[in-house]
């Protein structure tokens, strides 16, 4: 017991000082991190609806969406250069503090997944992907196109000059200087992200372990015996979305702050599939699994750069370097998946066996 | 009214390419159960194979629909042995793996053939020659291309074709059966393997064909331009009720016609102030909203939920 605390202990003092660690090689290595950490959260969010309750949304990105603009709304300076009477209303400017925007943001989205939710609750499988997927296209549309005839989302542009976050009057835009020591503003972000996601592994374990996660995971493997044992499918298939769109809420403000500008082109379908894909490839329904998937893809672009400028070279400089990497990252889904049909690290199975590959075909 | 009919031709041929495409993803999904996201990329693949065709083809003094005519059949033959491999290498050793699986598979597969086009046909748009005399054809009024004309056409043939394919021949039943129950069928004597690699073969030809036609109608070739009427047709399915044939087509007409008139009415009946670029979230709330009436989609039929 006292060697898994020690473990435990180490392991937290190296996600904490990882970033001033590897800021030595550059802050884009930070920025990587940090990036990383946010897609985790994501996945973790995504993980409730797809993993636990068995819901294949395609159009989760829409709740991350609804989050990061409610957040550039609130924070930065368009609104009240837009309408004068908001101008009139806040003199100093628009400047919510977090405390306000993020729980709103959340939910916002808590309310936007359950919005979605309700019509769709008779939906199965792969009609309800497609209803998600048409509902984050639908998102995305108002988004690019909000700007006529009230500018309110600044179209495809997007928005810009969003404030950071400034917590305990600790202002994230800026390097923090505590004694001789500069922490520049990414591990700041970093470790905001950090903390977020631990909070919401805990959460999320306490919740597989709950009444309600294990009545996900009964809406997942059979929803009929599932409703036969009295469970009330639709309110929890609600909470599902609701849950997982308050993780995409809450990563969607963090997501304004750290880059200061959000534009629809962020919040794109191939952006859902990879969540998706992250959840799926790393191991659907098991915490590991899902957050080994998310920093995976996420990292996985980032370090292929390096990768892909000595290819590059081979070939002649003909392959861009952007092109490699993203065939890089589709041969890696697909060898992944065929390696490992269940994810890189599925969840044990508990008292059952296997289904052996002999008799299935 | 002119203009009622112009839209409505419009909307007709935008549906009959989506049928074309939806039909592929219909009997995929229909006989294995998986979303097979590389679709779009197989009309894409087939619309370039004809535009490197037609255009080296150019010179060589042949008209231009003679030239159309012969890239399809070169087209259908690459995308079908396409989709062949695609089935082969990425879904069939998933075929007993959990259901989501084959899907990142899939998307994969896509991401990876869009990949490939870029490295081939280098990322910049084309445009495809204008093979058919553009001039339009007048009705009286209402004014309609020969490549709507010939689109229309040609979509019927198909169609009327793959109707006598799975209803009438002995493969059209073996996948009939597979469909059902891809075990019992398998006792009957049916290969299901065999059934399967089929369906992707038909589904690419339809595909291919789909593709020459987009790109024929709209004028410009890319390596993006599967990913829109893909997940258009994609949605035409599920709107007429995944896995049933006549419903693909359906869905695909009612979207296609959906989209059109949305777009040409949109923003005169709201005084302007949502424009044609709100056609897309029309054609979905049609979707979300016909969904949520008849969940089984319209022309599907109610499955009773397997124990």
């Known amino acids: ?100 925007v993020v729980p709103l943001g959340a939910g916002l989205a808590a309310l936007a997944g359950v919005l979605l939710g309700t019509p769709v609750l008779k939906l199965r499988g792969d009609y309800l992907a497609i209803v998600t997927l048409g509902f984050g296209e639908i998102i995305r549309v108002f988004m690019n196109n909000l700007e006529h005839p009230v500018n309110i989302t600044n179209g495809p542009r997007g928005l810009d000059r969003i404030d950071p976050f400034t917590i305990f009057g600790v202002n994230f835009g800026k390097p923090l200087v505590v004694g001789g020591f500069s922490i520049a503003s990414v591990t700041l972000y970093y470790w905001l992200f950090l903390a977020l996601v631990v909070g919401s592994v805990v959460l999320c374990h306490r919740l597989e372990l709950s009444r309600i996660g ?56 191939m952006e859902s599939i990879m969540i998706v894909a992250m959840v799926v490839l790393g191991g659907m329904g098991y915490l590991p699994g899902v957050i080994l998937g998310a920093l995976l893809l996420s990292a996985l672009p980032e370090v292929l750069r390096y990768v892909a400028g000595p290819l590059q070279h081979l070939t002649d400089g003909r392959l861009d370097a952007s092109i490699l990497r993203q065939l890089l990252i589709a041969l890696a889904m697909i060898v992944i998946m065929l390696l490992r049909p269940r994810g890189l690290m599925p969840p044990p199975e508990h008292g059952k066996a296997a289904p052996s590959p002999a008799t299935a075909k | ?37 590389a679709h779009g990329e197989v009309l894409m693949i087939g619309a370039l194979v004809s535009w490197t065709f037609t255009t080296a083809m150019a010179g060589s003094g042949m008209p231009g629909w003679v030239l159309l005519l012969l890239s399809v059949p070169l087209a259908v033959l690459v995308c079908c042995a396409l989709n062949f491999s695609i089935e082969k290498i990425a879904y069939r050793p998933l075929r007993s793996a959990p259901r989501l699986s084959p899907l990142i598979t899939a998307i994969g597969m896509s991401l990876l053939l869009q990949t490939l086009a870029m490295i081939i046909w280098k990322p910049n748009p084309k445009p495809f020659p204008t093979l058919l005399p553009p001039d339009p054809i007048d009705l009286g009024g209402p004014v309609i291309t020969i490549t709507q004309c010939l689109i229309l056409g040609l979509t019927v043939v198909i169609l009327s074709a793959l109707m006598w394919l799975v209803n009438r021949t002995k493969l059209g039943r073996a996948m009939r059966a597979t469909a059902e129950n891809p075990r019992v069928a398998g006792l009957m004597g049916v290969k299901p393997d065999f059934v399967i690699s089929a369906t992707f073969v038909i589904g690419a030809a339809l595909a291919a064909v789909a593709g020459i036609m987009w790109a024929a109608n709209y004028g410009t070739v890319q390596h993006t331009m599967g990913f829109l009427p893909g997940l258009k047709a994609f949605t035409a399915a599920v709107l007429g009720g995944i896995g049933n044939l006549a419903g693909a087509v359906v869905g695909a007409l009612v979207l296609g016609l959906v989209e059109a008139l949305g777009a040409g009415y949109l923003g005169e009946l709201t005084g302007g102030v949502f424009g044609s670029h709100y056609a897309d979230v029309f054609a979905f709330a049609t979707l979300i909203l016909v969904l949520t009436l008849r969940p089984q989609g319209l022309l599907g039929e109610r499955v009773a939920d397997r124990a």
């Open chain 1, 1 to 100: 017991m006292k060697n898994k605390f020690a473990v435990f202990l180490v392991c937290a003092v190296a996600l904490v000082a990882l970033p001033l660690f590897v800021q030595q090689f550059g802050q884009g290595w930070v920025r990587i991190l940090a990036t990383a950490l946010l897609y985790t959260l994501l996945a973790l969010g995504l993980n409730i609806i797809v993993g636990y309750a068995g819901l294949l949304d395609l159009g989760y990105v829409a709740f991350y969406a609804v989050g990061a603009y409610m957040y550039a709304l609130l924070a930065s300076p368009h609104l009240t250069e837009t309408f004068p009477w908001i101008a009139a209303m806040f003199p100093k400017g628009l400047h919510m503090p977090i405390w306000v």
């Open chain 2, 1 to 37: 009214m002119d203009y009622f009919l112009e839209l409505f031709f419009g909307g007709l041929t935008r549906g009959s390419i989506y049928a074309l495409i939806a039909l592929g993803y219909t009997m995929v999904y229909g006989i294995i159960g998986l979303i097979n996201f």
């Open chain 1, 214 to 269: 294990r009545a996900w995971m009964a809406i997942r493997e059979d929803e009929i015996a599932a409703k036969a044992m009295g469970i009330n499918t639709r309110n929890m298939k609600l909470l599902a979305f609701g849950m997982g769109a308050t993780f995409g809420g809450v990563s969607g403000s963090m997501f304004a702050a750290f880059q200061g500008f959000v534009s629809p082109e962020s919040f794109s379908l």
